[in-house]
């Protein structure tokens, strides 16, 4: 007799074998409405086994036994605990303690009405012999557990559904063949596969909420490094400010010994400079690329202030119209001027133009050989080349590449011009 239970709960016991193991691999995972599940498990599985006992009562029980009463308690067992599978769900979702007592209610309703069958008459179910018998208020654990699934949907939807839309089709899908299964049984079409059915459920809305667990853990873990990406801007921004003041007040302090009323305009347009600067660092958007030659212009108008170098600028803007991380190419400029460019002068050429796939902005210096610069200075220049490297790949994925060439060294940055969103 034992083999013919496990034949005849071979699908349901299967099911719930593979939700066990499933609940087992992720014992330590925190996934969300899954703490009461085993008590799901155990619950299918004991209405599976009452199913069985009420089908082979008669080698269970010697033929004298009160067979009916038997087939009643085992019948009152089932119907109470179908309902309470889906309620266990609901008892973690639903966040409320008040609305916790109140989803309580149909369930407590549907046991009263199955514990007062046996003394109800014709009002519930009775058994003569074998042979079940369904009266009016007998429908109300179908009733319940519909109405238990719908709002389980509900419920689901509403604190998992901002997430992922498409997934809610599995609740749906739950929701469905639990309906459909319910009114077949109501009408003795497939009385065997309730339970099967439930499994399946079960396991299909562990599943749903795995994929939100897993959804979740990647949302985090992707805030968790944009948060990392935004902090190392700002460190690197902050580099960058007190590396470009420290340049420029040099180049006023030259000046104020050659001619003091220019040295006074190029303080106030570095006042001005500055200002648009400090936003620049200040803010985590790109910045359009004309904001940008506003600010190297600016500072190149302050080199051109020295009269010791003649330097002579040379621009081929072919493209103008796309953003740029904001101090991207005054720290590659700069480079330029202090490793191209001697005080007896030199050209600086930049140019802009389109690949199929990206901007191209390129910095050149004619590589007249400069005046040795101190290690402090090389140093600087270093960081802040690398910097700007750093921040063109994290803040849009481009890049910077140095070539040098036998008149000169060309500084090449590249942004792609289909990119994810910017930090």
């Known amino acids: ?3 013919e239970i496990i034949s005849e709960n071979f699908m349901t016991y299967s099911i719930l074998f593979i939700l066990s193991v499933l609940l087992a691999i992720n014992k330590k995972t925190q996934i969300p409405a899954a703490r009461l599940f085993p008590v799901g498990v155990a619950a299918i599985a004991l209405t599976s086994i009452s199913i069985s006992a009420s089908d082979h009562i008669d080698a269970i029980l010697p033929e004298s036994a009160p067979n009916p009463a038997v087939l009643t308690v085992l019948a009152i067992f089932r119907y109470i605990v179908r309902p309470c599978v889906i309620l266990l769900e609901l008892m973690i979702i639903v966040p409320d303690m008040k609305y916790k007592l109140i989803a309580c209610i149909p369930a407590v309703i549907n046991a009263v009405i199955y514990l007062a069958a046996p003394f109800a008459g014709d009002l519930v179910f009775r058994y003569e012999g074998s042979d079940f018998y369904r009266f009016r208020l007998g429908y109300t654990t179908y009733i319940v557990l519909m109405f238990y699934v719908v ?3 509900f419920c689901s939807v509403r604190r998992f559904g901002r997430q992922s839309a498409s997934k809610n089709i599995i609740v749906v899908a739950i929701v469905i063949i639990s309906c459909i299964t319910a009114v077949l049984e109501l009408n003795n079409i497939t009385p065997s596969y309730v339970e099967p059915i439930t499994s399946l459920s ?9 994929a939100i667990y897993q959804q979740e853990m990647r949302e985090s873990v992707a805030e968790h490094e944009l948060r990392i990406e935004r902090y190392t801007l700002k460190l690197l921004r902050a ?3 007190p590396h470009f003041i420290y340049n420029t007040l040099g180049v006023i302090r030259s000046l104020i010994r050659q001619d003091q009323r220019v040295a006074v305009r190029c303080i106030d347009d570095f006042a001005d400079y500055l200002k648009g600067h400090i936003r620049a660092i200040q803010s985590n958007e790109s910045i359009p690329f004309e904001k940008e030659m506003e600010n190297v212009q ?6 051109q202030a020295d009269h010791y170098i003649d330097l002579n600028i040379v621009y081929d803007l072919r493209e103008r119209n796309f953003d740029i991380p904001a101090l991207t190419l005054e720290p590659i400029v700069e480079n330029a001027i202090k490793h191209g460019i001697s005080k007896n002068g030199g050209t600086i050429a930049i140019k802009t133009f389109s690949r199929v796939d990206s901007i191209v902005i390129t910095v050149e210096d004619s590589g007249t050989k400069p005046e040795k610069i101190t290690e402090r200075e090389e ?3 270093g960081v802040g080349l690398e910097n700007t490297r750093r921040r063109l790949q994290i803040q849009c994925g481009g890049g910077l590449e140095l070539v040098k060439r036998s008149e000169g060294t060309v500084a090449e940055i590249v942004i792609p011009k289909k990119r994810g969103d910017e930090i």
């Open 151 to 153: 709002l389980l949907l």
């Open 1 to 3: 007799m034992f083999l």
């Open 298 to 303: 600016a500072y190149l108008a302050l080199v």
């Open 379 to 381: 140093k600087r220049l």
């Open 202 to 210: 079960m396991l299909a809305y562990y599943i749903y909420l795995s």
């Open 239 to 241: 580099q960058i400010q």
